[in-house]
T-cell receptor, first 111, second 114 residues
Framework: AQSVSQHNHHVILSEAASLELGCNYS??????LFWYVQYPGQHLQLLLK??????LVKGIKGFEAEFIKSKFSFNLRKPSVQWSDTAEYFC?????????FGKGNQVVVIP | EAQVTQNPRYLITVTGKKLTVTCSQN?????MSWYRQDPGLGLRQIYY???????DKGDVPEGYKVSRKEKRNFPLILESPSPNQTSLYFC?????????????FGPGTRLTVL
């Protein structure tokens, strides 16, 4: 079964700072990769996904992620965060009909 | 409006009292799944279903049951709830026709077992 690792569970940064969240996975087969966001009190929403083609994927709200196959990584980035980006971010890997999530990154953006 | 609905949204119960959390989707999705979310542990899959009458265990199935008698519904059953099942539960669905389709999540059910 696949597994997903996310580091730095709690991230605190100021508005306009750059954000990068790491995601590493382990799975031997073909994978689809996702980043979900959960705003306070809400359910998960898709930020972006990768399934093939260009390894640099652009999502909503200025987020992007890069798939590096050799490193089994799918890191999320945003050049300049806003207060409204305060949320929990989850990396997920789909393989063999199962979706596995990382433990999440709690991101707090200070105005 | 395309959506996944869950009921109830909040539930407080006592140990051993059977309960069911309903999940329904109106997108004609084949794939449905239940997750529990706990602080510091992320989301862990409880059970999933590839289609009607086809269910399989996820990572943490102990203490839970599911059924998939109709395509749109995927109830989660706790026959004898225990305090360690206090958690936030999410139902999700997706189309199986495209492997890379993302899952659509319900609003969540916050369960407290005393």
């Amino acid at each position: 079964a696949q597994s997903v690792s996310q580091h730095n569970h709690h991230v605190i940064l100021s508005e306009a700072a750059s954000l990068e969240l790491g995601c590493n996975y382990s799975y031997g087969g073909t994978v689809n990769l996702f980043w979900y966001v959960q705003y306070p009190g809400q359910h998960l929403q898709l930020l972006l996904k990768y399934f093939s083609g260009d390894p640099l994927v652009k999502g909503i709200k200025g987020f992007e992620a890069e798939f590096i196959k050799s490193k089994f990584s799918f890191n999320l980035r945003k050049p300049s965060v806003q207060w409204s980006d305060t949320a929990e971010y989850f990396c997920a890997v789909r393989g063999n009909n199962r979706l596995a999530f990382g433990k999440g990154n709690q991101v707090v953006v200070i105005p | 409006e395309a959506q996944v609905t869950q009921n109830p949204r909040y539930l407080i119960t006592v140990t051993g009292k059977k309960l069911t959390v309903t999940c329904s989707q109106n997108m004609n999705h084949e794939y449905m799944s239940w997750y529990r979310q706990d602080p510091g542990l992320g989301l862990r899959q409880i059970y999933y279903s590839m289609n009607v009458e086809v269910t399989d265990k996820g990572d943490v199935p102990e203490g839970y049951k599911v059924s998939r008698k109709e395509k749109r519904n995927f109830p989660l059953i706790l026959e004898s709830p225990s305090p360690n099942q206090t958690s936030l539960y999410f139902c999700a669905s997706s189309s199986s026709r495209e492997r890379h389709n993302e899952q659509f999540f319900g609003p969540g059910t916050r369960l407290t077992v005393l």
